[in-house]
């Protein structure tokens, strides 16, 4: 039986509009309240994952966890002599602050959480770590650029590599070294009418040192990142997503879940039904997909591919008494030595085996979330759209796992390039588009100055109609009258309509190119750095 636990309540999430606004939700100062709340309430739990207590298994994944990012960010940032959080030996038993994103060239509102990370666990003693979504797709390889002039802006798409086939940021290397290099040179000349003086000048160099060392194109991209963080101050480590799933910790916690597939995916897809009607979402595929069930195969939500083939497919289980069944429904089928409450120590054997095979078992976000906020942290920082998709997952770890879930931070901010202009917004066209229409049936409220005798006369005549009240059913003579009189009026004062078509035209000329210049989906290496040390650091 699956337990009900707290309903889903609708919570409305929205980025804030202006330059330099920001969303941080709890605020800062409360951020130590919830960091030991959420330690106390970890410390209570007694969930059992395969033979080992929630407690062990939260110890074991943060001495991996820890030990990886140190050794991953050292290999390529040194670390200064006197920053005692990332000499110390005893990193572990600090409070953990975790965050994570796609190794991308993101907008300011997802660097934020880089920051926000770092302010929090200097202020709670804590050590702050983000995640290198690695398992998540590139989808294009270009970066959108303005350019032109403030009053005939255009966007570019500008390369920094070849298109290659849709793959993991983990198995996408740089396909095309003269594209990658040439990068900073192309973006830098496309923005210079608008902003002569981005980061990219300072990022760019960082990401071509990186190439020479980083296996990935996200590697170079979130390391240049990483590195300016340093600079500026930041102290926190990175830790590719794809190294803490290929560790013991995180096996023993995927062997759980397959063993309780069916359970998982039952909890799962009705946590999906309550989510999709309190947010009144009609899509199937919205925020995540059912689990389906395929000729007795259940669908677990787990990526799986190889690196000969590096594509992800949806991984399906299907198990007896002793043995969970593992297949992509393609080529890939093997099986772990698993019972439902037996120990995960064989079973993680063998996922050690697969990967050394070049088999990778990756979790798709609800299922890394979980594990970051429940086993890897104990506070976690989210952005909107992450902030959305967990309310999902607290009810599949109230339902599920058995225990209450840890709160978290949703965070974001809005930076704007700095480009001057003229500002119209859509409010703005809707409003002009809402005097063309009371001009349809008001014209009157519309003149300027004296009228005419015959306009006034009109006039005279509507507001005579409009007293009238006519029985029931038999005010179709009032009706016409009034709509001759509007369309008499409108002609005779066609000239003011010509302005109101004329100003609504060019407020929507006006809002879209005020939505291309201050778009806040640019990314950070556009921006000029004292615009943004401002921002984020203050």
């Known amino acids: ?38 330690r106390a309430l970890a410390a209570a739990s007694d969930s059992q994952f395969q033979g080992r207590s929630t407690r062990e298994l939260a110890l074991a994944v943060r001495r991996e966890l820890v030990e ?16 005692e959080s990332l000499s110390a030996t005893n990193l572990v038993e600090l409070p953990l602050v975790l965050t994570g994103h796609q190794p991308h060239l993101f907008h300011p509102g997802v660097w934020f959480k880089n920051f926000a990370a770092d302010r929090i666990a200097k202020s709670c003693g804590a050590v702050a770590i983000n995640l290198l979504i690695d398992n998540d797709t590139l989808r294009s390889a270009a ?8 009053t005939a802006p255009r966007v570019e798409m500008v390369p920094f590599d070849r298109p290659t086939d849709e793959v993991p940021f983990e198995e996408r290397p740089i396909h095309d070294a003269a594209t ?21 000048h300072d990022v760019w160099p960082r990401a071509l040192r990186a190439a020479k060392s980083s296996a990935t194109l996200g590697q170079s991209l979130a390391q240049a990142r990483h590195d300016l963080e340093f600079a500026w101050g930041l102290r926190t480590l990175e830790v590719p997503l794809s190294q803490v799933c290929d560790g013991d910790s995180f096996r023993w916690f995927a062997a759980h879940l397959l063993a309780h597939a069916p359970r998982l995916r039952d909890v799962h897809n009705a946590a999906l039904v309550e989510y999709r009607r309190v947010h009144r979402i009609r899509s199937r595929s919205h925020p995540v997909p059912d689990l389906a069930l395929e000729d007795s195969w259940i669908e677990a939500p787990f990526w799986v591919w190889t690196s000969a083939e590096p594509r992800r497919r949806r991984l399906f289980t299907r198990r007896d008494r002793r043995t969970v069944h ?19 120590e064989r079973a993680v054997e063998q996922l050690a085996a697969w990967t050394r095979a070049g088999v990778k078992l990756r979790p798709r976000a609800i299922v890394t979330t979980m594990f970051a906020r429940c086993f890897a942290s104990d506070l976690f920082l989210h952005g909107i759209g992450g902030a959305k998709y967990d309310q999902l997952t607290d009810v599949i770890m109230r339902r599920f796992l058995l225990r209450e879930p840890p709160a978290f931070v949703t965070l974001t901010l809005t930076a704007q390039l700095p480009i001057p202009h003229e500002v119209a917004t859509r409010d703005d066209v809707r409003r002009a588009a809402s005097h063309l229409r009371e001009w349809r049936f008001h014209p009157e409220r519309f003149i300027v100055g004296e ?13 005579h109609w409009l007293a009238q009240q006519p ?18 009026l409108t002609t005779l004062l066609d000239d003011r309509r010509e302005q109101l078509v004329e100003q609504r035209d060019q407020l929507a000329v006006l809002a879209a190119r005020h939505a291309m210049l201050a778009s806040r989906e640019y990314s950070f290496c556009l921006f000029p750095e004292d615009c943004l040390r401002a921002l984020l650091i203050g």
Do not use: C
């Open 326 to 344: 593992l297949t992509d429904r393609q080529q890939l089928q093997w099986s772990l030595d698993l019972a439902e409450d037996g120990s995960a």
């Open 68 to 83: 990886l990012a140190r050794r991953y960010t050292h290999a390529y940032r040194d670390a200064s002599p006197g920053d």
């Open 451 to 463: 009228a005419s005798s015959e306009v006034a006369a009109l006039v005279e005549q509507k507001r």
């Open 471 to 488: 029985p029931r059913g038999q005010g179709r003579e009032r009706h016409e009258a009034l709509g001759r009189i509007n369309e008499t």
């Open 180 to 200: 990658f290099a040439s990068f900073g040179r192309r973006a830098a000349e496309s923005l210079f009418s608008l902003i002569p003086n981005p980061l990219l």
């Open 143 to 150: 970066l959108k650029v303005p350019t032109g002039s403030a």
């Open 1 to 38: 039986m699956i337990p009900a636990g707290p309903s889903i309540e609708y919570r409305r999430l929205r980025a804030p509009r202006g330059h330099g606004e920001m969303l941080v939700d709890p605020p800062f100062a409360s951020a130590h309240h919830w960091l030991e709340s959420n």
